[in-house]
């Protein structure tokens, strides 16, 4: 069973960054397709950005230059560098590892982003 632990959510005002760290065990981590996704309260969970083997990146249309995924394989950590943050950013951040077509895929317990003055 693969463990993962996101953390780095804090409250933010508007414009300000954070920085989100989602590390997992297993000594596969360089396989796996990590993504953050978030839940803001009374709606649906969504993708927010997500890197495959290659470091290819791919990111939703409202965090677009302003969010950036990274990963580092010898530490078994996947980042997100928030910047610019907006109030609607606010939601419950999580971190997500599969391969596909494989039923490896596993969930962190997420960390709470709050943006606000």
């Known amino acids: 069973q693969v463990q993962v632990v996101e953390s780095g959510g804090g409250l933010v005002q508007p414009g300000g960054s954070l920085r989100l760290s989602c590390a997992a065990s297993?000594?596969?981590?360089?396989?796996?397709?990590v993504g953050w996704y978030r839940q803001a309260p009374g709606k649906q969970r969504e993708a927010v950005a997500r890197?495959?083997?290659?470091?290819?990146?791919t990111y939703a249309d409202s965090v677009k230059g302003r969010f950036t995924i990274s990963r580092d394989n010898a530490k078994n950590t996947v980042y997100l560098q928030m910047n610019g943050l907006k109030p609607e950013d606010t939601a419950v951040y999580y971190c997500?590892?599969?391969?596909?077509?494989?039923?490896?895929?596993?969930w962190g317990q997420g960390t709470q982003v709050t943006v606000s003055s």
């Open positions: 890197i495959i083997s290659g470091d290819i990146t």
């Open positions: 997500n590892l599969n391969i596909p077509g494989t039923t490896l895929n596993y």
């Open positions: 297993g000594s596969i981590f360089s396989f796996y397709a």
